[in-house]
């Protein structure tokens, strides 16, 4: 429609260079760090989501994760930890790290705009007392996800201000949007999903670990 595809393609580091002629702030440069420092841990212990984004034989996957504040394990100032809780047993995340380790990050905290960029290497580890760590009430995930850190730094408020992510005024409803069921449904045509949405909530409160 719009010749997206042909015409208009930027494919060079010298066309990047014309299409965004101002030079990088020192500062964007200057906060990023390969060490987890005092002020940049309380990033992540205030954090109850991320996503993590690996690569694969079949190409990229981006997961999310989340639960209370401090989940994500800091083993020191170069290592964190995240603990791989039930989903829905895909494990795209989980198989692209045996193939390759590199992972990049991205930390929310819900009424705060900026957040926190991490790249590293990382590897599964069973080791049990990681593994009892992140116990809730007995159960503990089958793996967690170790990421030794390559390189850690904020990114600034704009994206989320522009979003008005944490704003409950523009908060979507989520009857006027497609359910989990319809979801599905939109590409399994056989698929209940009246049942499949009547028996969510309840599955989800019982399988959270």
């Not at 841990?41 to 981006?62: N, Q, Y």
């Not at 990382?122 to 809730?136: G, Q």
């Not at 850690?152 to 989990?180: H, M």
């Not at 319809?182 to 019982?206: G, H, T, W």
């Amino acid at each position: 429609m719009w010749g997206i595809m042909s015409n208009h393609k930027v494919t060079s580091q010298e066309h990047i260079d014309e299409i965004y002629p101002r030079k990088v702030a020192a500062t964007s440069w200057d906060k990023e760090t390969p060490i987890l420092n005092a002020t940049y841990r309380k990033l992540i212990e205030a954090s109850p989501f991320l996503t993590i984004s690996s690569l694969g034989p079949e190409g990229m996957d981006c997961s999310p994760r989340g639960d209370e504040p401090g989940f994500v394990r800091i083993l020191d100032d170069r290592t964190i930890a995240i603990p791989d809780r039930r989903g829905n047993n895909r494990l795209d995340t989980i198989r692209n790290i045996v193939g390759d380790e590199r992972v990049a990050l991205l930390f929310l905290i819900p009424g705060v705009n900026e957040t926190l960029r991490v790249n590293g290497r990382a590897h599964i580890s069973i080791n049990p007392e990681l593994l009892a760590s992140f116990s809730v009430d007995g159960i503990l995930p089958a793996c967690a996800i170790a990421i030794e850190i390559d390189t850690i730094y904020f990114q600034c408020a704009r994206a989320l201000k522009r979003a008005g992510l944490w704003n409950v005024e523009t908060q979507v409803d989520p009857k006027t949007l497609p359910s989990a069921g319809e979801l599905v449904r939109s590409v399994v045509d056989a698929f209940d999903a009246e049942e499949y949405d009547a028996a969510l909530p309840k599955r989800q409160e019982e399988t959270l670990y």
